[in-house]
């Protein structure tokens, strides 16, 4: 089979693997509807960014919720030229996807048609592709940029012409901008320029190209008054919570990424083998450049970022550590190098992979679709009814800030920068932290707010307010908690609340179950 004709069925196999997972959300939604809340956060930053120039969850003030600014950014132009439609993200990743495949067969074309057709697939499959078009998140934009970050990063050890830099440099930036996490291997790709080829103006410029957007985005909230990083990258990272919690939570990453851990074995089996002729720590580097400084990004990713989360930190790891490994195992696959236990070894850890990341997936992604539908879709409606342009305290902010035009106070932090600053020493978990009480107390009475909808486990609501009743999902999988509590912030609102849950409650899917406190 020609590997053209390769390259055509495995387009046609990503697209009946969408349409496959589209027809089984909208069979129980309706519509397609997003596996996580965070991709209406983009949306809605997007869309109040178009129409009213903010930056924010809500077009009422600034917000450093995104942690993607390019992504939004993006996602905001084209919702200025073509209108706001919230299947934007679905259409951008799609094509952002089908350029990942064509860029790969470009690369791949040049190897035996079983390393061509193994690996295609795999970037498909291992990824999953389908599932990161359908997140509506940054994470296909970012593989791809990475993608040919580092492939003009090889052209360009290979050919040593300013232009192959400057496809570099720019390719650096836009990584970046998708993706903080991008510095990790730029940061070693500067290492290897510096240290390596003795390249120091260019090591250094590349670094600063960089780190532009970083730069940029970071003055930009600071003048507005929030975090040189984006609020997400404050409450979630792992820097500051002591060398227990440091080294707990490199464990768990550790846990989460086990599928790439599995691939790293035979990148590592690479450098390896490759370098067992070189007597030199500096032959042995610039034989391996590229899978050396893939390597390193792992590294310096698993101990300061995050895994998991429906697989999608990681998803970018997988796709460059194939494209690293796949001249390694062309070489393996024509009996170049190696022998049948290595070969066979190679073929194993690929399926384990295949096994843990996509066959969990064809069941897990139409679940996590079903549980945002049952809790922030309903959640947003019911806003919507009541609420939407009201002020509404929240803790899980993407859907109901993006289908109405409410006024909000985030308790978990990553729309109100005032929570942000109170939360960032609780290290990403939920405490019974006094100061956050006391300023929801305060904020809640002062600006009128009128409703607030909250996971309880995440912080405590002020005595003053009045529980009314909840909304609870079945077969959780995705959502930060089973139950979403209703309270009434004024007692003279009590009784209007009890009933508009009532009434609502003759609307919602079967499934979701709402109880009203008499």
Request: a positive charge; charged letters at 15%.
């Amino acid at each position: 089979m020609k590997k053209n004709i390769i390259l055509i069925i495995i387009i046609l196999f990503l697209g009946l693997l969408i349409f496959y997972n589209i027809y089984l959300v909208t069979g129980f939604a309706g519509r397609f509807i997003y596996p996580l809340d965070d991709a209406y956060i983009h949306l809605s930053m997007a869309k109040n960014f178009a129409e009213s120039s903010v930056w924010g969850i809500t077009h009422y003030e600034f917000s450093s919720t995104t942690s993607s600014p390019l992504f939004t950014f993006l996602l905001a132009i084209l919702i200025k030229v073509f209108g706001n439609w919230e299947y934007i993200p679905l259409v951008a990743n799609s094509t952002a996807g089908l350029f990942l495949i064509l860029v790969s067969h470009h690369y791949l074309r040049r190897f035996s048609k079983t390393t061509y057709l193994v690996f295609l697939s795999s970037i498909v499959l291992l990824m999953p592709l389908h599932l990161m078009i359908m997140t509506g998140m940054e994470h296909v934009f970012h593989t791809l940029l990475m993608v040919l970050a580092l492939l003009a990063f090889q052209k360009y050890t290979e050919t040593d012409t300013p232009r192959n830099f400057s496809n570099l440099a720019l390719l650096s930036i836009l990584a970046t901008g998708f993706r903080y996490e991008s510095l990790f291997f730029i940061f070693f790709i500067c290492v290897y320029l510096f240290f390596i080829r003795k390249e120091y103006v260019k090591g250094v410029v590349l670094g600063l190209f960089a780190i532009t957007p970083v730069l940029i985005y970071g003055w930009i909230s600071v003048q507005h008054g929030s975090f040189f990083l984006p609020n997400s990258l404050i409450l979630k990272g792992n820097t500051n919570d002591g060398l227990a919690g440091f080294l707990t939570r490199v464990a768990g990453n550790a846990y989460r990424g086990i599928s790439v851990l599995v691939l790293l074995l035979i990148l590592m089996i690479q450098i390896v083998l490759k370098s067992k002729n070189q007597n030199q720590i500096v032959d042995k580097i610039s034989k391996n450049a590229v899978p050396v400084v893939v390597f390193c990004g792992f590294a310096v990713h698993l101990l300061f970022a995050n895994f998991g989360w429906l697989i999608r930190y990681e998803a970018y790891f997988v796709v460059v550590i194939l494209f690293a490994i796949a001249p390694f195992a062309d070489e393996l696959f024509q009996n170049k190098i190696g022998n049948r236990l290595l070969k066979f070894a190679m073929i194993i850890l690929l399926f384990i992979t295949f096994s843990i990341r996509f066959l969990p997936m064809l069941k897990n992604q139409p679940i996590a679709s079903k549980n945002i539908f049952d809790q922030q879709i309903q959640l947003a409606d019911f806003l919507h009814q009541y609420y939407r342009n009201g002020k509404v305290i929240a803790n899980d902010i993407g859907a109901i800030t993006y289908f109405n035009n409410i006024h909000l106070l985030d308790t978990y932090g990553l729309g109100s920068i005032e929570v942000a600053k109170l939360r960032k020493e609780d290290h990403g978990k939920f405490t019974d932290n006094k100061e956050l009480q006391a300023y929801v107390y305060n904020t809640a009475r002062l600006q009128d707010f009128e409703v607030a909808l909250v996971f309880d486990e995440w912080v405590k609501m002020p005595d003053y307010f009045t529980k009314v009743g909840t909304l609870t999902i079945q077969n959780n999988y995705m959502s930060g908690g089973t139950t979403v509590s209703f309270y009434a912030i004024k007692k003279d609102h009590t009784d209007k609340l009890r009933n508009q849950l009532a009434e609502f409650s003759k609307h919602t899917p079967k499934d979701v179950l709402i109880n009203i406190i008499k």
